[in-house]
T-cell receptor
Framework: NAGVMQNPRHLVRRRGQEARLRCSPM?????VYWYRQLPEEGLKFMVY????????ESGMPKERFSAEFPKEGPSILRIQQVVRGDSAAYFC?????????????FGNGTRLTVT | GESVGLHLPTLSVQEGDNSIINCAYS??????FIWYKQESGKGPQFIID?????DKRQGQRVTVLLNKTVKHLSLQIAATQPGDSAVYFC????????????FGGGTRLMVKP
């Protein structure tokens, strides 16, 4: 019973390139959340998606960042024209329902380094 | 003892002792609280949760206490083991479906053998 799968685990991009981070939720989970974590800090919410819909993107920067969760395939967090400040660990979580006590299961993250 | 480092506060305990990790939350509308454990290079792992209509909840070796009056949450770990060494985060949310988890700043627990 695979957990939340994120790839790649590590991603290095030069300034100005694009970064694509992928997340496959747990089997049977249709709710996906993306969080960003800077070193020595807590996780900051970015975006919440259900299949084919963005439910809440209040934590997402207005420019260069986008997310999708298509009907088929993984959720994708896309960062265009990366800058050094985008370097962070990006975690994806999934839940079975949107209920407040439906546990969020986290993946092991993608560590993005922008050089 | 407990100390504040450059970033994460750190709690050092001797193996076998009990650990208490504290968290102050800010949103009085939060109804649901979760403790997560994050080991190096991994994602947060669920430990225990508590709803605001409870003051205390016990799991295996862990207890969460909630004081809504002062908006304070604590995690007690009994007989701390080296495998408990990690960063611990409290997280809060409202009970409205889909309401997002807000994470606190975290405490690093170091267990000395």
């Amino acid at each position: 019973n695979a957990g939340v799968m994120q790839n790649p685990r590590h991603l290095v991009r030069r300034r100005g390139q694009e970064a694509r981070l992928r997340c496959s939720p747990m089997k049977g989970h249709s709710h996906v959340y993306w969080y960003r974590q800077l070193p020595e800090e807590g996780l900051k919410f970015m975006v919440y998606l259900q299949k084919e819909n963005i439910i809440d993107e209040s934590g997402m920067p207005k420019e260069r960042f986008s997310a999708e969760f298509p009907k088929e395939g993984p959720s994708i967090l896309r960062i265009q024209q990366v800058v050094r400040g985008d370097s962070a660990a990006y975690f994806c979580a999934s839940s079975r329902t949107a209920s407040y006590n439906s546990p969020l299961h986290f993946g092991n993250g993608t560590r993005l380094t922008v050089t | 003892g407990e100390s504040v480092g450059l970033h994460l506060p750190t709690l050092s305990v001797q193996e076998g002792d009990n650990s208490i990790i504290n968290c102050a939350y800010s949103n009085s509308a939060s109804d649901y609280f979760i403790w997560y454990k994050q080991e190096s290079g991994k994602g947060p792992q669920f430990i225990i949760d508590i709803r605001s209509n409870m003051d205390k909840r016990q799991g295996q070796r862990v207890t969460v206490l909630l004081n809504k009056t002062v908006k304070h949450l604590s995690l007690q770990i009994a007989a701390t083991q080296p495998g408990d060494s990690a960063v611990y985060f409290c997280a809060e949310k409202g009970v409205v479906a889909g309401n997002m988890l807000t994470f606190g700043g975290g405490t690093r627990l170091m267990v000395k053998p």
